[in-house]
């Protein structure tokens, strides 16, 4: 059982693991760089612990200072949030290596996860589809042109220890993959240390599609769910909802049934979100993120479930506290993102209320946005009877929202939820292009 | 409290930089305030209204201006100890003078004993943290007197 | 269908109808008193209509310049909201000759329920258990007497008309019955112009637990499961609660078929709530409030319904947008009521936010608390998968709920919900009492 | 504490720069505070801030202090009608005397014609409100000279 956390982040998702602590009792130790002295995680809660200057490279990557501070303030266990060194398998050695508890999946597990090549082989080995492509690491270009012929261009090169666009290149002829090899290879080992790289079929246009799984580790594995991820801008995701509106009912028992047995397969311990891709019916296993995600309030509010609430049933050996029943989903949920495009102090925060509204937010009046860290500022999550309703809701949610001092993507947000494209439901991942065309590539 | 005595008091906070004042004696307590210079501060966030806040430890400035004197603060987040074991003398004493490479205290962190050197010639004007005690980064540890 | 609405009432249900008319597109006008000027509700509704001074009497209850504003600024409907004219059949009666829909039953049931005697015998007719006692109005001293002896004392003196404790006499001896029937005939005349009382077995310390029921008027009732209101300070709700922590499922098949029942035999149209006083594993018939509630929160969530778009929806000629199955009724969900001691300007306000946490209403920084109205300032609603965590994250929220520059009841809130017989559930309506006990009674 | 110390107590302070002051002895205590000359206005909430504003018609205080006139403002909310029917002449037209009791002005509410009477002597000096138009409670119609 946990008695006391040290929350190894900052921010919206410091401050939202907090408040379940506050629910469950647990008391908990924040820790900030010096940028971060006044907010509102380290306002919040029990106590705070400062360790580093801004840069993250010296505070909240700094393992040596998280894990002595959760030591010397007697915490039982350290929840690393989402970014950071949430999937580091290192830091996760680390802390339990210091008598701790990571809240998050063995260490062996994300080491796996995070190598592209070895994680497509557990989901061949489960039986979860995976696009068309080398399960292997490319060696020679020789043997990659073959492949490439045989999958069919355009195909695309991902670095195997990657993630965020770095180490890709899409190759849409023949002539240009030893190129892209090349190039692909250095930033792969620029980026992540590891210039392995692999080929994939590239989609032109599909949907981004997660399932939400929790596993108590003893092998009793339960999904919440998708969520419909397709809204992104540069790779960054904007706006998330439940259920996708691309999802019949087929296809969600066959994913989630595909999900839970590799999850099941892998022995995986936690939260975890398995990702797809989905172009005309068909789905394939993209990736497993082995922490909680930025959305994972669109699937609590159709699930009736606490994600960082199981996440810390789970690692404090309490189990799932789900029922037994498969579980309801009921409604539909939607999240935007809001992220800041300038940084300096809010001078005023009003917040939307009301029914079927909920904010996740490390911002107050006065609170300082620094360009130091995410720029992500709050999320805005309802939760309705069904899409069309949620998104006017979101739309009534959005105007409601004041935030001055710095500019926000707010209206753009807007401009988003009234699209027709988006409204129909019927878009690809290519959305925020299409309603922005950059016009200096016009 | 008498008339005279008030209207002194009221004069000598409105000739000071004050901007409220309160006094409590036996005979009475008196609370004293200027208007505003027209500031809007925008007032923080507290959330935890009804409860004990946070036990914040800030990282003070590493230099006093007023003094002269520099403050050495801790590099890491750790533990405090002044003597290199539990039955040694301390590294440092108030008064001492220490040189540059001289070891001033131990931070423990994840059972490494980090031993944290002074970088410049001074003299200990004061110790400012606890045997024991939890530092966090940027947390002075001694005031000096750069020699 | 509703276009443009009108809605005739102040403070957090005027807010909180605004936000749903948003949500479905519909135009809204706000009425506001000279004092109410800067308010919440006049400044996100559309339009906004100062309707008199500051006495609800001249404003709030002023039918002419109510209806007057709607048909001016082309209003289709008007919404009552609670309290005010909610329950007043002459306005809906006016409402609807002036060409308006009134949002809530007709005016010939809302004056029907509104005489207790009356709708007492509807509840016999529909077969639901009313307490022992008088079916009729008293009419002399001998005959009340006979029937006291027959139900056993205690027994009360109600107002037929009558509601908030006004009119009522607890008599434990029949030798204090003849006065106790002059007085509470008096006082029932003085504050509602009507003396007619009747006599009902008077329960020691019940539960109070209600029916939340939404109706097309075309014979199609459905429920929403049951509120608890047991915890009140002078006949005001404090904290109510969905599901009830003492009721069966059962009691609850059967209280809810019941309701049902009584809402088809009387033609009930709108969203309406039927209380019951529950003892000893049994449940009698109280009263129905034929308007929407303050606490009807609680059964929005644990229903996954929005009740004002019901309402609108009834009104408007749109039938339920309810599932045909059997509601599913999801967690537990609480709601506690956060009240002003004090007048004054809101100088510092912080909402709680993040998981579970919803809060309705009409406050922000600068707003003005005024002696004129209600003094209930906000609501705070939890939503979670059972009882103690609600009660724990409710606790989180006023918490983190700053409001100054006036005085509240949050900190006895949160002692109410620490308290010991409130975390088992087993209490009656001297909860209060109870844990607050006057020092001037002992 | 007696009337001539409070009093004192309040010339003192009203001859003060002070905003505020609170005396506690055993006998009393007292607090003073002077209305803000510039006061920090709490800005209210704007929750429609992408959106067009309230169309908001607010009262006007019921008297010009700088020119000596008065209004005249709607005891009711209706619709304005400066003539008793579509094809009359109006009630009254700027610079008219009317006595107390003439009719000024119609105002529909609930399909009845209302007739607001002047309730002195006075010359009409503006008309402040359109033929046709939605009048609040409070919102003033004529601007008048009493005389």
Chains 1, 3 share one sequence.
Not at chain 1, 181 to 201: N, Q, Y
Not at chain 2, 67 to 94: A, C, L
């Amino acid at each position: 059982m946990i008695r006391s956390l040290l929350i190894a982040n900052r921010g919206e998702i410091a401050v939202r693991i907090i408040r379940t602590c506050k629910d469950m009792g647990i008391r908990t130790v924040a820790v900030y760089s010096q940028a971060d002295a006044d907010s509102l995680h380290t306002r919040m809660a029990d106590q705070a612990i400062c360790i580093g200057p801004a840069a993250s490279s010296e505070s909240y990557l700094n393992i040596r200072n998280i894990i002595t501070a959760a030591c010397v303030s007697r915490c039982d266990a350290i929840h690393p949030g989402v970014g950071f060194l949430s999937e580091n398998p290192k830091f996760a050695e680390e802390v339990e290596r210091a008598g701790l508890v990571f809240v998050g999946p063995t260490a062996r597990t994300i080491r796996m996860l995070g190598d592209k090549v070895r994680s497509r082989h557990s989901a061949t080995e489960a039986g979860v589809p995976v696009t068309p492509g080398s399960m292997e690491a490319i060696t020679d270009a020789a043997s990659a042109a073959e492949l490439a012929q045989q999958i069919g261009y355009p195909v695309i090169l991902k670095a195997a220890a990657g993630g965020g666009g770095r180490g890709m290149r899409i190759v849409k002829h023949a002539k240009e993959l030893p190129n892209a090899i090349t190039v692909a290879s250095r930033e792969a080992l620029a980026f992540f240390s590891d210039g392995t790289i692999h080929m994939e079929k590239y989609l032109l246009n599909p949907r981004h599609v997660e399932i939400q799984l929790l596993s108590d580790g003893k092998g009793r594995v339960v999904h919440l769910g998708e969520r419909d991820c397709s809204v992104q801008k540069n790779h960054q995701k904007l706006i998330e909802e439940s259920p996708s509106p691309i999802i019949n009912e087929q296809m969600r028992q066959q994913m989630g049934a595909d999900s839970v047995r590799l999850f099941e397969h892998i022995g995986y311990r936690g939260a975890g979100t398995i990702e797809f891709l989905v172009e005309d019916g068909a789905y394939w296993f993209m990736e497993v993120n082995a922490r909680v995600q930025v959305e994972h309030p669109v699937s609590e509010l159709v699930s009736g479930t606490d994600i960082i609430r199981q996440q810390l049933l789970i690692a404090g050996g309490k189990g799932l506290d789900v029922p037994d029943e498969p579980l309801q989903l009921r409604g539909h949920a939607l999240e935007c993102r809001v992220n800041a495009s300038t940084t300096g102090t809010v001078v005023k925060f009003n917040p939307p209320l009301g029914p079927g509204v909920r904010v996740d937010t490390h911002l107050f009046q006065g609170a300082k946005i620094s360009p130091y860290y995410d720029s992500m500022i709050a999320k805005v999550i309802v939760h309705t009877p069904h899409r069309q309703l949620s998104i006017d809701t979101m739309v009534r949610a959005l105007k409601e929202f004041v935030i001055e001092g710095v500019d926000t993507n707010i209206d753009s947000q807007i401009a988003i939820l009234l699209s027709k494209p988006f409204r129909s439901g019927v878009f690809g991942t290519d959305l925020y292009t299409r309603l922005f065309p950059d016009p200096k590539k016009r | 409290m008498e008339q005279k005595e008030l209207q002194q008091f009221i004069t000598i906070f409105e000739n000071s930089s004050l901007s409220e004042i309160e006094i409590t004696c036996e005979q009475y307590s008196l609370h004293m305030k200027k208007p505003q210079a027209h500031t809007v501060v925008p007032e923080g966030y507290q959330p935890i209204s009804h409860h004990a806040g946070p036990q914040h430890i800030h990282a003070q400035p590493a230099v006093k201006v007023d003094s002269g004197t520099k403050t050495i603060t801790s590099p890491i987040v750790g533990t405090f100890y002044r003597t290199p074991s539990p039955d040694s003398p301390p590294y440092v004493e108030v008064g001492d003078t220490v040189h540059k490479g001289d070891v001033v205290c131990t931070l423990e962190a994840m059972k490494l004993m980090n031993q944290l050197e002074a970088e410049y010639d001074c003299e200990i004007v004061a110790v400012l943290a606890d045997q024991g005690a939890l530092v966090e980064f940027g947390q002075p540890l001694f005031e000096v007197k750069p020699l």
